[in-house]
């Protein structure tokens, strides 16, 4: 079998970079992995942050795998080539219903040749329950981990750093914390085990593959309150209403010019109404036009990143993602800043 691996985290959290750091760990100990990343409208601004990487990258763009991008979800694992030492990592976007992809991932027959997924939940220590009417959302992508990673704890206290730790005791969130090189670790532990395993069918117990269990009962309570103090609206914004095709976030792509200006740019990203959580995109600055950046916005902090001179992206893009995004006032200001037509 092949290990299936979920990277799961809510918006900016830091999935990509944590994949950055997992997929040279993971070749370091023997491994071919492989990625499938879903995103928002254009799901190759992460895919080439990547390609330097790893040889296989797909990228998946829609609303989460477990309904709007299922079918495309699908039909790349189920055509996938199996082989000995070789692992498969579905990052998902930073709204996925973390539960419905384990139940999509796990009892789907077509997808029997790899393991039943293994979950890393990455967490922003920076912003953990600070999400208002969406902490409910990212309690759920934590709970149902077999494996934590918490990110930016360098740019907290130890005060901060304090909290978080209490909030997952309190929640009895997985407290099995892994670095990508521990991880990589492990799920090398876990193709070892399973390789002579042909499907997931003669499998035993979920733990006889190393592949851990996962509890699959909801943890929404009403009379629970939110760790920043409030008391916020709990039922789970993120239900899916699968008849309609409804979602609570929404998405807007933005084509930028050629080459921009980088204050522009900045000044763009800084503007943006409070109804983008998450901005990112990939760039060519003036003040050196045959090198790509990349760049992203988290709630007020914004990140603008090198990554050298190739791109696998046709035309600079911009992927807005949040509630509710007033789309003629952010097309309004990238025209104004760009002189390109909103």
């Known amino acids: 079998m092949t290990p299936l691996i979920l990277l799961v985290g809510f918006l900016g959290s830091g999935k990509t970079t ?25 799901a190759k601004v992460d895919a080439a942050l990547l390609q330097d990487l790893v040889q296989s990258v797909i990228p ?34 930073g709204t996925t219903d973390s539960e419905e992809s384990i139940e999509l991932l796990s009892l789907e027959p077509g997808l029997n040749r790899f393991t039943q997924p293994v979950q890393l939940s990455i967490i922003d220590g920076k912003r953990w329950q600070k999400r208002f009417w969406h902490n409910a959302l990212e309690l759920d992508q934590a709970r149902t981990a077999s494996f934590l990673y918490v990110s930016r704890l360098d740019e907290v206290d130890s005060a901060r750093a304090a909290a978080v ?75 899916h209403d ?50 790509y950046h990349v760049f992203q916005k988290v709630e007020r902090s914004v990140q603008l990143l090198p990554i050298g001179a190739k791109s696998r992206l046709e035309h600079p893009v911009s992927v807005l993602i949040g509630p509710r995004i007033p789309e003629d006032i952010v097309r309004a200001g990238a025209a104004e800043l760009f002189s390109v037509t909103p």
């Open 18 to 42: 944590y994949l950055r750091r997992l997929l040279p760990a993971l070749q370091a100990n023997g491994l071919d992995p492989h990625v499938v990343i879903n995103d928002y409208q254009n």
């Open 60 to 93: 998946i763009s829609g609303s989460c795998v477990c309904c709007g991008s299922r079918e495309e979800l699908l039909s790349a694992l189920e055509s996938f080539e199996h082989r000995p030492g070789r692992v498969v990592v579905v990052e998902t976007n």
């Open 165 to 239: 730790a209490q909030s997952l005791a309190k929640h009895e969130i997985v407290d099995q914390r892994s670095t990508p090189e521990e991880f990589a670790l492990a799920v090398a532990a876990i193709a070892d085990t399973v390789k002579d395993f042909p499907t997931r069918d003669v499998v035993a117990h979920p733990a006889d593959c190393g592949c851990g269990h996962h509890d699959h009962e909801h943890h929404h309570h009403d009379d629970e309150h939110h760790d920043d103090g409030h008391d916020h609206h709990h039922d789970h914004e993120h239900q």
């Open 242 to 291: 699968h008849a309609h095709g409804a979602h609570h976030f929404a998405s807007l792509q933005i084509e930028l010019p050629e080459i921009v200006d980088r204050a522009a740019l900045l000044h763009f990203l800084t503007s943006l109404p409070e109804e983008v959580i998450r901005a990112k995109g990939l760039v060519r600055l003036t003040e050196s036009p045959d090198e």
